[in-house]
Each structure stands twice: as C-alpha cells, then as structure tokens.
C-alpha cells in the first residue's frame, strides 16, 4: 500500500524568511497531492493541491512542486509570517480516494 | 454555506462503554471519508462511503469499530466496548463526487478521551 514520508518533522525560520517541507510516497499509481495546514485544536485546511499531469502549482506566497519520476513533491513558503505557524501535512492519494498522510511538520516562526 | 460539522466535540468515556460519534457533511456531497488522528500524528484512514455504500473499510482497526451513512447523509462511527487505545481525534471529511482528485473538506473532529 502506500506509504507517505513527510520531513522535517519539525521546522523553524525567521519571520520573513522562507520554509520548505519535503514529502516521498511509495505507490506510483497516486495522482493527487494535496496540503493541508492544521493549527492546534482545529481541523485541517487545505491550502493548496497538485495533481499528477502538473509540475508546479503557486498561490500567492505558496507553492508546490511534483516529480512523479522520483515520487516526491513539496511545499515551499515564502516571506513567512507569524500566522504560518501551524502543522503541516502532506497526503497522496491511495485506493477508493482515500488519502495517506505524512507525519506532519510542525512549522515555528521566530520573530 | 455549512461545513462539515461533527458531534460531539468531546467525549470522555469509561473503558468498555460504547460511543457513537456523528458527522454531518455538506450537503450534497457523494463522498464520506473517517480518519483517526492520534496525538502528534497524521490522520489515519477509517472507512470510506459513496453515498449509502461502504465501499471501503479497511483501516478499521478492529471488529469494535462500525460506521453507517443509511440515507447517504449524515454518518455515524460506532466504537464498541472502548478501549484506552481507542483514544483519539475523530475526523470526519466530506469531497462532492466520486472522483480521487477532489479536495477532502474536513470536519472539526470529536476528542474521544476513554478512561
């Protein structure tokens, strides 16, 4: 089945400064790659999705990148503000739609 | 418009009593997902439905755990004689169709604390 590794499992930066997080999955067959940011308490917000016939994806200070050849992809955070602290998670699509999740990241930002 | 909602938000239950947690998805919505979060962790994957139909429930953890959506709305996840380990955040998430490209729309999960 499939399998998601999400690092680092802990990240901090400096205000302004940006932030990456790195994601591997194991079944070639997922084709949806979704991002989700979870503050403590609360439910997970999606921030920002690829799917597998696209390389790169950005919103605003937010981007997303894809290779299906090596089977990762990964979030990058520009100009990073203290409302970016959270946890983020990485998913991939496995069977019947489901989602695996990684292990999460937890994003500090120093002011 | 209404986002998934899910109750209770806390449930603190002695070991071996049995609970039933519900969700509430968007209206409309065809696909139903549950997901266990332990502490720390990522969400884990419970059970899906399409619509009435249970179309997976691998990820129940034991023959303790049932889920149900019989009008292909709300659904409720019933865990049977709690255990310790069963303690977690609940998450319930609701997509519109049936297509695994769509974005999951997650509810506020239920806390279940078993003592």
């Known amino acids: 089945g499939e399998n998601v590794e999400q690092h680092p499992s802990t990240l901090s930066v400096q205000e302004g400064d940006s932030a990456v997080i790195k994601c591997t999955y194991s079944d070639s067959a997922s084709n949806y790659f979704p991002w989700y940011k979870q503050e403590l308490g609360k439910r997970p917000q999606l921030i920002i999705d690829i799917r597998s016939n696209v390389g790169e994806k950005k919103d605003q200070r937010i981007a997303v990148t894809l290779n299906k050849t090596a089977k990762h992809f990964s979030l990058h955070i520009t100009e990073t503000q203290p409302e970016d602290s959270a946890v983020y998670f990485c998913?991939?699509?496995?069977?019947?739609?489901?989602?695996?999740w990684g292990a999460g990241t937890k994003l500090i930002i120093k002011p | 418009g209404a986002g998934v909602s899910q109750s209770p938000r806390y449930k603190v239950a002695k070991r071996g009593q049995d609970v039933a947690l519900r969700c509430d998805p968007i209206?409309?919505?065809?696909?139903l997902f549950w997901y266990q979060q332990a502490l720390g962790q990522g969400p884990e994957f419970l059970t899906y439905f399409q619509n009435e139909a249970q179309l997976d429930k691998s990820g129940l953890p034991s023959d303790r755990f049932f889920a149900e959506r019989p009008e292909g709305s709300v659904s409720t996840l019933k865990i049977q004689r709690t255990q310790q380990e069963d303690s977690a955040v609940y998450l319930c998430a609701s997509s519109p169709g049936t297509g695994g490209l769509e974005t999951q729309y997650f509810g506020p999960g239920t806390r279940l604390l078993v003592l």
């Open positions: 998913a991939a699509s496995g069977s019947n739609y489901q989602l695996i």
């Open positions: 209206s409309g919505h065809v696909s």
